[in-house]
């Protein structure tokens, strides 16, 4: 039986989820191991993909260690949100005793989002910077009213706030694009020094989604990575490389993307990344499988658990594994309020198929026969072993990555995840975890062989204007190009594979010539495999395919192919219809080359065999 539960789909302010009482699954159990573990790391890097739950989680850190700014040591707000709520939350139980009195409350915080850090042009980019430390200096305008603040530190403040509130939009000028760069570098240490001083406390700093404006910097159209990762450079050195007298007490980062610590976080003091695989963080972002359980049976969904595994479980993370928290919640909301619910597509159709996208484009370095061959296997369900590769830059996607490459980016993203047994050294077994995100590959892989691809669909277009001109000699250099590139050999074993195959290309580009394309139609005394028809100009194409084994027994499965037209008479409808043209083609595949054979026009061939 369905139950009433609240659910705020897309808020990830912890705060208002509690104090709602929507629905959330506890992470508090890892404030421990976050400021009180004997292996506790001075700054940590959170690698997942999106949409698993970084910014509820970095905002539900924030809210448990923040200071009261107006009376310090009143910690009531976190004992309403932690403590008193009625949710039974672990870090509100006796262990967590002397984290609550050491870390509670205790720091000032300075958190920021780089989530919507984007635009066409580096300018546009900027401003969206400057628009989010605007808003974060607005939270701490008290301090220029504070004695404990040096006049220099207090114009220093009013400079960078002036500046991002009445300047971000006039970037085009070179002299205010320049003094934005100098802002955006050093925006945070001038307020975390302020703080320092003002209440004598070192410096909580959360940055949610760090990676995001270095992604949207190289999908752009005007491409301006270099530029960006020197402004997130310079503010990772401004931030965690501390001066003889630090006011940092710990840096928490989050993001999709390893990139080396030698291209974005130089020189910083004891960072450490946790990437999906690291203890103890396995379980922190994402549902487990007792959380998804609980959650589940909490809504009255127990008896959709397995469908709901197909979709959307599948991730492996360490020894766990784990679902995706955004589209289960959203599952479980859509189900909860109607009486028969199928699960959907929810991860994939949210922002951020960037990647993906671009890896349809045909001038990628992973387009090859071999490459297509593993994408192949991926999507039916099989596991493929990649290298895994750090990135000391940001790929430049758009010039072309190896395999390998992207599919590490794949797996940061959550496109693919570790197979069960693959171990975490650069050699690594990975697959698509789930349904939900076959149907996105699925969809991009129309993407890759549909009009929307330039190349595939020019390729289309020739083909079929060679066929219509019994061009046979091109159209066969043509046919093999396109089945090395795009064929995978496995799939190679079955005559019905390479209908699709000419399927896929034929009926894309008859429909733009505005010719008629039929498959498997009655004509004659059969049923041919392929007819193009132009009624216009008089002319038909009939195409009858046959799949050998062996490349040298390619030409005669043509001729069997040929011979199969003739006996089944299969032109004998347009030529009663008064074709012009009607051209009887054979084609014979093996493994990834074809051999054509024609009988010619088949109306002269008729007129010839009545004189």
């Known amino acids: 039986m369905k139950k009433d539960v609240l659910f705020m789909t897309g808020n990830e302010d912890f705060s208002t989820i509690i104090e709602k009482n929507a629905y959330y699954v506890d992470k508090t159990p890892y404030l421990k191991d976050l400021f009180m573990s004997s292996s506790e790391v001075m700054n940590a890097l959170f690698i997942r993909p999106r949409r698993f739950g970084k910014t509820l989680n970095m905002n539900m850190i924030k809210a448990f260690c923040e200071l009261n700014y107006q009376n310090p040591g009143d910690k009531s707000y ?32 300075i958190s920021i989002s780089f989530r919507g850090v984007e635009g066409n ?37 009013n400079v960078i706030y002036s500046f991002c509130t009445a300047k971000y939009n006039k970037l085009s000028e ?69 001066n003889p007298d630090p006011w940092l007490y710990k840096g928490i980062v989050s993001g999709c993307l390893r990139i080396a610590h030698q291209s974005v976080f130089t020189d910083a003091n004891n960072f450490t990344t946790f990437g999906m695989n690291d203890e103890p963080y396995t379980g922190f972002l994402g549902f487990t499988n007792d959380e998804t359980h609980k959650l589940l049976n909490d809504c009255g969904l127990s008896d959709k658990e397995s469908e709901v595994k197909e979709w959307y479980d599948g991730y492996r993370f360490g020894d766990k594994h784990i679902f995706c928290p955004w589209s289960l919640i959203s599952y479980c909301y859509a189900a909860t309020q109607k009486d028969i619910y199928a699960p959907q597509p929810f991860w994939v159709n949210t922002s951020g198929n960037d990647l993906i996208t671009i890896f349809t484009d045909s001038s990628m370095e992973s387009h090859n026969a071999e490459n297509i061959d593993k994408l192949q296997k991926l999507m039916e369900g099989e596991n493929v072993n990649i290298s895994l590769m750090e990135f000391t830059t940001y790929p430049d996607l758009r010039v072309g990555v190896s395999f390998d490459v992207f599919m590490t980016l794949m797996l940061h993203t959550g496109y693919v995840t570790f197979a069960e047994g693959s171990d975490t050294s650069d050699k690594v077994t990975i697959r698509i975890p789930n349904l939900e995100i076959l149907y996105c590959f699925n969809k991009k892989r129309e993407l890759l062989f549909g009009q929307n691809n330039p190349y595939w669909y020019n390729q289309a277009l020739k083909l079929v204007d060679l066929l219509m001109a019994n061009n046979t000699d091109e ?86 192919a040929t011979k199969q037209i003739i006996q089944k008479d299969y032109a ?37 065999s009545k004189v």
């Open 78 to 109: 976190q004992q309403k949100l932690f403590i008193d709520n009625g949710r039974n939350l672990a870090v509100a139980g006796d262990d967590y005793k002397e984290l609550r009195e050491k870390v509670m409350g205790e720091y000032p915080v």
């Open 121 to 157: 042009t580096f300018q546009s980019a900027v401003s969206g910077l400057l628009g989010i430390i605007a808003e974060l200096y607005d939270r701490f305008l008290f301090l220029r009213e504070s004695v404990k603040q040096s006049e220099e530190r207090i114009n220093q403040f």
């Open 174 to 242: 070179p002299d205010n694009l320049n003094e934005a760069i100098v802002i955006c570098g050093s925006f945070l240490a001038t307020l975390a020094e302020m703080l320092y001083r003002e209440y004598g406390r070192k410096i909580l700093v959360i940055i949610d989604e760090y990676d995001v404006p270095l992604q949207k910097a190289v999908i752009a159209k005007e491409p301006y990575y270099d530029d960006m990762l020197e402004i997130i450079r310079k503010i990772s050195v401004t931030t965690f490389k501390q």
């Open 475 to 560: 159209a066969q250099m043509l046919i093999s190009t396109m089945l090395k590139e795009f064929l995978s050999i496995r799939n190679t074993g079955n005559e019905l594979y390479y209908h699709g195959f000419m399927t896929g290309i034929l009926g894309l580009a008859t429909a733009t010539k505005n010719f008629t394309y039929h498959e498997e139609i009655e004509s004659g005394t059969g049923f041919s495999d392929i007819i193009i028809d132009s009624f216009d100009n008089k002319t038909a194409c009939i195409l009858e395919l046959k799949k050998t084994e062996n490349l040298e027994d390619c030409y005669d499965a043509a001729q069997a």
């Open 572 to 608: 004998a409808k347009f030529i009663s219809r008064r074709y012009k043209k009607v051209y009887g083609i054979g084609i014979g595949f093996a493994q990834k080359s074809c051999e054509i054979v024609s009988l010619g026009n088949q109306v002269e061939v008729s007129a010839n």
